[in-house]
């Protein structure tokens, strides 16, 4: 396990997709997930290593994509990070900071899942009873 800015836990293939993301790695990112791994990102869908490879590629690494990560909850075996995101793509009409949502599946020491969402509540990410369940 990993800690992140709140103090909250971060699982440790969750730290290492954040880190992998944030030092542009694109070998060690997709070290992180399983072969058959689905990825939804903004509503676009990726399914295996060569499709995430792709994905990963152009819209992470290509966009030199970082996340600072605000909150961590854990919720029904999954965990949920709130992060800043931040790179070199088209930020006209998005808020500053821009703040997304990514919902992690893990199993056998891989990600399976990931679905990253822009987080348009306008609200705090997590409750304060959430939160705890850390």
Known sequence: MAS??????LPHRVAQFIEATNAGDLSRLLEIFAADSIVNDQLQQWRGLAELSKWAARDVI???LSLRPTHCIRHYGHCVVAAHADGNFDKRGLPDPLE????FTLAEDKIVQLIILRD???TSPFDASLRSSA
């Open 4 to 9: 992140h800015s709140s103090g909250s836990i």
């Open 62 to 64: 290509g966009q030199q």
């Open 100 to 103: 997304v949502l990514l919902y």
């Open 120 to 122: 348009r509540s306008g």
